[in-house]
């Protein structure tokens, strides 16, 4: 029996994703895998249904540089609806505690700082952190306890951006790896004695992608009736390697990008040579080669790009 022919073409590169309201991560990247035509997608972090903004899609090879993706800062606005704390600590739950008290814009830039910085943050229970091998939220879903463990996480910056009424402040974060907004918020308003949960939430920023590079399911959608073999959407595409911006470069020669691409390692010469334990983007005539570490004077591959 013949092995079965790969569905979809092979599409390499980073869809910068302005995702709609009321759609999750998942329906996205599949709807955005349609459009392509492409073998193989991925997302760059989960952003919730109820959320709007960035999510960054890896076509094929730029799969391989998710990691650096989630690692990166996270940029959001954000609305806060006072006097109502929900179950899932955004506006699709169901309201478990209610309060009469509004923060006042000085209560609220008072308690700002200490949000800011590493801290420590539980999780919302509707969260896709693992629990014995099951979503959290299946398990909220299906009535069962959920418990999670605190943990740190780093809040770069935090400042209250507009008070349109007494019941709702707009917030801009930049977060690390792991910090939910959900949780922020919900942590925000029980410091201030008034309860709280996201009303609105847009990402902005994912590592190295922005708002700038965003582009829309409705777009893609128009593109793809204009241009049956899918050159203008392609053309939407950011290279494979925007998603390791911040990782060194290292040209390679001919005869050393041969041996990389074999999975063979490279010795490094020279003043010039990374530092031992450095992780780096090699090249070759500026196309990326794969991503290596530098170990005892060595350069060995450890994902190597098929972009031919």
Same mark, same amino acid.
């Not at 091998?133 to 400042?159: F, K, M, Q, T």
């Not at 241009?227 to 053309?235: G, S, V």
């Given at each position: %029996? ?5 569905? @979809? ?11 709609? #309201? *009321? %759609? ?23 952003? !919730? ?9 890896? #076509?094929? &090879?730029?799969?391989? /540089?998710?990691?650096?993706? %989630?690692e990166g800062e996270k940029g959001y606005t954000f609305t806060v609806r006072w006097g109502e704390a929900r179950d899932t600590d955004d506006a699709e739950g169901e309201v478990i505690t209610t309060s009469e008290k509004r923060p006042t814009r000085e209560e609220i830039e008072a308690v700002l700082d200490d949000f800011i910085g590493e801290i420590e943050q539980l999780p919302p229970r #509707?969260?896709? +952190?693992?629990?014995?091998? &099951?979503?959290?939220? !299946?398990?909220?879903?299906? @009535? ?8 740190? =996480?780093? +809040? ?5 951006? $507009?008070?349109?009424?007494? *019941? ?18 919900? !942590?925000? @308003?029980?410091?201030?004695?008034? #309860? ?16 700038? *590079?965003? +582009? ?10 204009? $241009? ?17 911006? *911040? ?19 490279? +010795? ?10 450095? /992780? ?13 570490? =530098?170990?005892?004077? %060595? ?10």
């Amino acid at each position: %029996m013949g092995r079965r022919r790969p569905r @979809g073409e092979p599409v390499h590169g980073w869809l910068v994703l302005d995702k709609p #309201f *009321d %759609m999750t991560s998942t329906a996205a990247v599949a709807e955005a895998k349609r459009l392509f035509n492409a073998r193989k997608a991925g997302h760059g972090g989960t952003l !919730d249904p109820l959320a709007t903004g960035i999510l960054p899609i890896a #076509f094929g &090879e730029a799969t391989k /540089t998710v990691q650096w993706v %989630m690692e990166g800062e996270k940029g959001y606005t954000f609305t806060v609806r006072w006097g109502e704390a929900r179950d899932t600590d955004d506006a699709e739950g169901e309201v478990i505690t209610t309060s009469e008290k509004r923060p006042t814009r000085e209560e609220i830039e008072a308690v700002l700082d200490d949000f800011i910085g590493e801290i420590e943050q539980l999780p919302p229970r #509707f969260s896709a +952190i693992k629990i014995n091998g &099951e979503r959290a939220y !299946d398990l909220a879903r299906d @009535g069962e306890e959920v418990r999670l463990s605190p943990r740190r =996480v780093v +809040i770069h910056e935090l400042e209250l951006v $507009d008070m349109p009424d007494a *019941d709702h402040a707009v917030f801009r974060a930049v977060t690390g790896k792991g910090a939910y907004v959900r949780a922020l918020a919900r !942590d925000l @308003g029980e410091r201030l004695g008034c #309860f709280g949960h996201i009303a609105q939430l847009r990402r902005t920023r994912v590592g190295p992608f922005s708002e700038k *590079d965003a +582009i829309s399911l409705e777009k893609l959608e128009e593109l793809r009736h204009k $241009d049956a073999d899918r050159a203008a959407l392609r053309a939407v595409l950011l290279p494979v390697e925007t998603a390791l911006a *911040d990782i060194p470069a290292l040209a390679l020669n001919g005869n050393q990008a041969s041996r990389i691409v074999r999975g063979q390692p490279v +010795i490094l010469r020279g003043a010039n040579a990374p530092v031992s334990e450095e /992780t780096v983007l090699a090249t070759w005539k500026g196309k990326p080669v794969a991503i290596c570490t =530098v170990e005892g004077g %060595m350069l060995k591959p450890k994902r190597v790009f098929n972009l031919d």
